[in-house]
């Protein structure tokens, strides 16, 4: 099949978390310049519509279960045939190295489709870029563009950003749960050391003296940010003995996150959504990792965003946070 002569509407079919759809924006730009005068449809699953709305080049967000809701193939079906008959897909990229992905490429009726692949996952794919070992160890970033390679674009430009246009809702809402907590006059240092997996949080014990720690240091409070894991390790610091931060855990949506990320003054997280928020919103952060992925997942500009690595995740401690800090 050949290429289409004009391209005016391209689907990103990309089922991706919050760190995944940032580290997506290069190929959101790269097609926006090669085809100014397209529109770009991001097409993911639920959770990640309030993510992609924050891409600046993106036009629209549609969804799709994957899953099929109750287990149902159908939805997924009836998901892709809405897209298919509201959108006139040209071209899809299809980021997802997966056979699910490159069908729901074809399912929403892209008339040309290419994408990343390894083996036996690139049957609907009219070209295709093949993963190698080398790519798994490549920044995400870099490994993600390779779904323009089989079209022949690419950028050595990595820089990121998103939207900051917030609702006024949204941003009311947070200036007021900080100013509720007489935490307004404060410098505040975010603090993300949950994530849903187990293996990258950061100790709740190590935590507490952190924040009392922070304490110490006139002018500074911290405000302890994340989902439903956040929640019991913020639970789980009162049991120990500290109480003496703002609990913003599982209390924002995806937006008003990324407008609480910009209120602070530095961030301390694990490798979970907020690291990458702050990278693209330039909010000095220190970001702990306990496996060698931070080559893969890490911030690509270490000057302003400081990692530390190490696989003996008990033996981080509160202090050598804090001097990475430098308050």
């Known amino acids: 099949m050949g290429f289409p002569k004009k391209i005016k509407k391209i689907a990103i079919v990309f089922g ?4 995944d759809v940032v580290s997506i924006q290069p190929i959101c730009r790269v097609l926006k310049q090669a085809y100014p005068d397209s529109e770009i449809v991001f097409v993911t699953w639920p959770g990640a519509v ?24 159908l939805i997924f079906l009836q998901d892709a045939l809405k897209i298919r008959l509201k959108h006139k897909i040209d071209l899809a990229v299809v980021i997802n190295e997966s056979s699910t992905y490159s069908l729901t490429a074809f399912l929403i009726g892209a008339k040309y489709r290419i994408g990343r692949h390894k083996s036996g996952t690139d049957i609907f794919l009219h070209k295709k870029y093949s ?7 490549s920044h995400v970033i870099q490994n993600y563009l390779k ?8 950028t050595n430009d990595y820089s990121l950003s998103l939207k900051t246009d917030f609702d006024l809702k949204d941003v009311e809402y947070i200036d007021k749960l900080i100013e509720g907590s007489g935490y307004s006059g404060y410098k505040l240092i975010g603090f993300s050391p949950s994530s849903a997996l187990e293996h990258k949080d950061w100790i709740p014990e190590e935590g507490k003296r952190f924040i009392d720690l922070i304490n110490q240091i006139p002018g500074y409070k911290v405000v302890l940010i994340g989902e439903f894991i956040a929640q019991e390790y913020a639970k789980k610091l009162r049991e120990i003995g500290t109480s003496d931060f703002l609990d913003l855990a599982q209390k924002t949506t995806v937006k008003q996150f990324a407008y609480l990320v910009q209120k602070f003054h530095k961030l301390v997280t694990v490798d979970t959504g907020s690291a990458h928020l702050a990278y693209v919103y330039n909010i000095p952060s220190v970001v702990l990792f306990f496996n060698d992925l931070y080559k893969i997942w890490g911030p690509m500009n270490t000057n302003l965003h400081k990692v530390i690595y190490n696989p003996e995740k008990y033996s981080v401690k509160a202090e050598e946070i804090i001097k990475e800090l430098n308050l």
Request: charged fraction near 35%.
């Open 16 to 19: 991706a978390k919050i760190g």
């Open 147 to 154: 779904a323009l390679m089989p079209i022949g674009l690419t």
């Open 50 to 73: 309030r993510i992609a709305e924050l891409l600046p080049e993106v036009d629209y967000v549609e969804t799709f279960d994957n899953k099929g809701r109750g287990k149902n193939p």
């Open 131 to 137: 993963l190698t070992k080398e790519d798994e160890g």
